[in-house]
């Protein structure tokens, strides 16, 4: 039983050997039958192929998606890249244009009143145990700034050198309510002396009441022995309010300091006085104002009516 069997199988495999070595040779001298063959098996898997696509052609399309939604999310991120790149590089330029104009108005200031300066950059602005409203500056002792020097600004007194090391110096702001210099009111002999309150406005107190003190006069530096720790001359504030309480002895008013201390970065430490005081020719010029243009309507006479 299993020899007949076996020969059976043996006879199968001959046969489907030399059919496919018949179907063979008739493929390669062009006879069309396998090209039927292949167009029947092709129609009947027609349907199936069909089925097929409709099936994965939308997984096809999500993973495309895919793919162009990651590319698309990686350009959003390079162009956002970019776009804080150039903002940067907008506060820089906008940062360094505000320390060139600060530099400029310092040096003018200086050289009208023909004080030697250094020049310096703020790089911190704190508090220490003695004082409460101070500045770190990047020059120091190596630069010849020395202690009790007048610190300024284009626009007027920042305070003055309270400790310097040798590539850096300490400064205590006008402001600090430890802070005291000696004044003078510009284009009179008033003196008294201004002292800081923690805000950005001082308080003066003039020595004699015999004249009066009004509000917008100026209030300059009026300088100290020997120029240490203050030069004459320097701008300070503006008279805002007066106290001109009857009896005083003395008069008290208020006094916006110039300078606005948050917004600082380059001053001027002057390390070389004048050799004359430059009394009121720092006195800040009055801003012209902008004329109003103005519009002259003429009215043309109506014509008489004919009689």
Same mark, same amino acid.
């Given at each position: 039983?299993?020899s007949g069997g076996?020969n059976?199988?043996?006879?199968?495999?001959?046969?489907?050997?030399?059919?496919?070595?018949?179907l063979?040779t008739?493929?390669l001298?062009?006879?069309q039958?396998?090209t039927?063959l292949?167009?029947?098996?092709?129609s009947a898997?027609?349907?199936?192929?069909s089925v097929?696509?409709?099936?994965?052609?939308p997984?096809?399309?999500?993973?495309s998606?895919?793919?162009?939604?990651?590319?698309?999310r990686?350009?959003?991120e390079r162009?956002q890249a970019?776009?804080e /790149?150039l903002?940067?590089e907008?506060?820089?330029? /906008?940062?360094?244009?505000?320390?060139?104009a600060?530099?400029k108005?310092?040096?003018?200031?200086?050289?009208t009143?023909?004080?030697?300066?250094?020049?310096?950059k703020?790089i911190s602005?704190?508090?220490?145990s003695?004082?409460?409203?101070?500045i770190?500056i990047?020059?120091?002792?190596?630069?010849?700034?020395r202690?009790n020097m007048t610190v300024i600004?284009g626009?007027?007194?920042?305070?003055?050198? /309270?400790m310097?090391?040798p590539n850096?110096?300490?400064i205590?702001l006008?402001?600090?309510?430890?802070f005291?210099?000696?004044?003078?009111?510009?284009?009179?002999?008033?003196?008294?002396?201004?002292?800081?309150?923690?805000?950005g406005?001082?308080?003066?107190q003039?020595?004699?009441?015999?004249t009066?003190?009004k509000?917008?006069d100026?209030?300059?530096?009026?300088g100290s022995?020997h120029?240490r720790p203050f030069?004459?001359?320097v701008p300070?504030g503006?008279?805002?309010?007066v106290?001109n309480?009857?009896?005083?002895i003395?008069?008290?008013?208020?006094?916006?300091?110039?300078?606005?201390?948050?917004?600082?970065?380059?001053?001027a430490v002057?390390?070389?006085?004048?050799q004359?005081?430059p009394?009121?020719?720092?006195?800040?010029?009055?801003?012209?104002?902008?004329?109003?243009p103005?519009?002259t309507?003429y009215? /043309?006479?109506?014509?008489?009516?004919t009689p």
């Amino acid at each position: 039983m299993r020899s007949g069997g076996d020969n059976r199988g043996r006879l199968l495999l001959i046969s489907l050997i030399v059919t496919a070595l018949f179907l063979i040779t008739l493929d390669l001298r062009g006879v069309q039958v396998i090209t039927g063959l292949r167009n029947g098996s092709q129609s009947a898997l027609s349907p199936v192929q069909s089925v097929a696509a409709t099936i994965f052609r939308p997984v096809g399309n999500f993973f495309s998606d895919v793919t162009q939604l990651g590319r698309t999310r990686g350009e959003i991120e390079r162009l956002q890249a970019a776009n804080e /790149k150039l903002q940067k590089e907008l506060i820089d330029r /906008k940062n360094a244009d505000a320390e060139l104009a600060q530099l400029k108005s310092v040096l003018d200031l200086a050289g009208t009143a023909k004080f030697k300066v250094v020049n310096a950059k703020v790089i911190s602005l704190g508090s220490t145990s003695s004082f409460t409203q101070t500045i770190t500056i990047d020059a120091g002792t190596n630069d010849g700034i020395r202690q009790n020097m007048t610190v300024i600004t284009g626009l007027g007194l920042v305070g003055v050198v /309270k400790m310097s090391y040798p590539n850096s110096a300490l400064i205590q702001l006008a402001t600090d309510p430890a802070f005291r210099v000696g004044a003078r009111v510009a284009g009179s002999q008033q003196i008294g002396i201004l002292s800081g309150q923690g805000t950005g406005k001082g308080v003066l107190q003039l020595l004699d009441n015999r004249t009066t003190l009004k509000v917008g006069d100026v209030i300059l530096a009026r300088g100290s022995q020997h120029n240490r720790p203050f030069v004459p001359g320097v701008p300070i504030g503006e008279v805002t309010s007066v106290d001109n309480a009857a009896g005083a002895i003395t008069q008290t008013a208020d006094v916006k300091f110039y300078v606005n201390f948050s917004t600082v970065s380059i001053v001027a430490v002057v390390v070389g006085a004048p050799q004359s005081d430059p009394r009121d020719a720092l006195v800040p010029k009055a801003p012209v104002p902008t004329p109003v243009p103005t519009v002259t309507v003429y009215a /043309k006479p109506s014509e008489s009516p004919t009689p």
